[in-house]
């Protein structure tokens, strides 16, 4: 029998009362459930044998920071908006984790980063299935920082933010700020910078093996925000590792998943 973790959005009632169902219904069958914490703590993923995720993509990217100790499969179940990374509508749950059960499903691998800071306050380490961003604290403030690659410096950035995406997270803030589309299935880290002041100001598509750094200088704040998280406060002696996770996120489908049939249905693009 299956151990299944639930990590589910708790401002949204009907995906909380779908997780009170879905347990009853996976008992039922002889397979034990527990609870994941969305709210930023790891959980003992090494006796998960699934972990289904009912909300948005927000609620997928804490699900599957979740689980970052272990290779836990994560199935997602879309109680948002734009459900870029879940598999399933809440109707389909049941049958989906049929399915799962019987073997009839693909794992799905996407490349994560792992993220350190080290400096002042010092942080734990973070993975991000998206993206990294070291943003302004202030309206009308920029962020200045220098970036590293491989241990040497390149450029020195003045912008609004700067972005480090996987290609899943290529389709999020990276596109907002008009950085490059990216297939899920490579493994590649692109670097945008937003509203940066100077001539160059284009995306870095980098192999998964640059290790990327930002350092900020001068003696302005900013802050770093990994896959949405609270803001984590970075600032002078502080610095940001980014390197592509020991761990790939391993995301549960079912059939072939057309990426680009999903872009064109999800952001409505016109064509056939």
């Given at each position: 029998?299956?151990?299944?973790?639930?990590?589910?959005?708790?401002?949204?009632?009907?995906?909380?009362?779908?997780?009170?169902?879905?347990?009853?219904?996976?008992?039922?069958?002889?397979?034990?459930?527990?609870?994941?914490?969305?709210?930023?703590?790891?959980?003992?993923?090494?006796e998960l044998d699934l972990a289904?995720?009912?909300?948005?993509?927000?609620?997928?990217?804490?699900?599957?920071?979740?689980?970052?100790?272990?290779?836990?499969?994560?199935?997602?179940?879309?109680?948002?908006?734009?459900?870029?990374?879940?598999?399933?509508?809440?109707?389909?749950?049941?049958?989906?984790?049929?399915?799962?059960?019987?073997?009839?499903?693909?794992?799905?691998?996407?490349?994560?980063?792992?993220?350190?800071?080290?400096?002042?306050?010092?942080?734990?380490?973070?993975?991000?299935?998206?993206?990294?961003?070291?943003?302004?604290?202030?309206?009308?403030?920029?962020?200045?920082?220098?970036?590293?690659?491989?241990?040497?410096?390149?450029?020195?950035?003045?912008?609004?933010?700067?972005?480090?995406?996987?290609?899943?997270?290529?389709?999020?803030?990276?596109?907002?700020?008009?950085?490059?589309?990216?297939?899920?299935?490579?493994?590649?880290?692109?670097?945008t910078p937003v509203a940066a002041?100077?001539?160059?100001?284009?995306?870095?598509?980098?192999?998964?093996?640059?290790?990327?750094?930002?350092?900020?200088?001068?003696?302005?704040?900013?802050?770093?925000?990994?896959?949405?998280?609270?803001?984590?406060?970075?600032?002078?002696?502080?610095?940001?590792?980014?390197?592509?996770?020991?761990?790939?996120?391993?995301?549960?489908?079912?059939?072939?998943?057309?990426?680009?049939?999903?872009?064109?249905?999800?952001?409505?693009?016109?064509?056939?």
């Amino acid at each position: 029998m299956a151990v299944v973790g639930l990590g589910v959005h708790p401002g949204r009632a009907e995906a909380v009362a779908q997780a009170r169902r879905i347990s009853e219904w996976l008992a039922a069958r002889g397979h034990t459930t527990r609870a994941i914490d969305t709210e930023g703590l790891a959980c003992d993923a090494g006796e998960l044998d699934l972990a289904v995720s009912l909300g948005g993509d927000g609620t997928m990217l804490r699900v599957v920071d979740a689980v970052r100790g272990a290779d836990v499969p994560v199935l997602g179940v879309n109680f948002g908006h734009l459900g870029y990374l879940t598999a399933v509508e809440p109707t389909g749950l049941e049958d989906a984790l049929e399915r799962f059960f019987a073997g009839e499903h693909r794992i799905e691998a996407r490349m994560t980063l792992d993220v350190r800071v080290t400096g002042p306050g010092g942080h734990p380490e973070r993975r991000a299935l998206n993206d990294v961003v070291l943003q302004r604290v202030q309206a009308g403030h920029t962020v200045r920082a220098a970036l590293r690659l491989r241990g040497q410096p390149f450029l020195t950035y003045t912008a609004d933010s700067l972005i480090v995406a996987t290609p899943t997270g290529s389709t999020a803030y990276n596109l907002s700020a008009r950085g490059p589309i990216v297939s899920p299935d490579t493994r590649v880290i692109v670097v945008t910078p937003v509203a940066a002041h100077s001539l160059f100001d284009r995306s870095l598509v980098l192999s998964p093996n640059d290790e990327v750094e930002l350092v900020p200088t001068g003696d302005g704040q900013a802050e770093l925000v990994v896959d949405g998280w609270e803001p984590i406060a970075v600032g002078p002696g502080s610095r940001v590792t980014c390197r592509a996770g020991v761990r790939d996120a391993l995301l549960v489908t079912f059939g072939e998943r057309d990426f680009h049939r999903i872009l064109k249905g999800k952001f409505a693009l016109d064509g056939p």
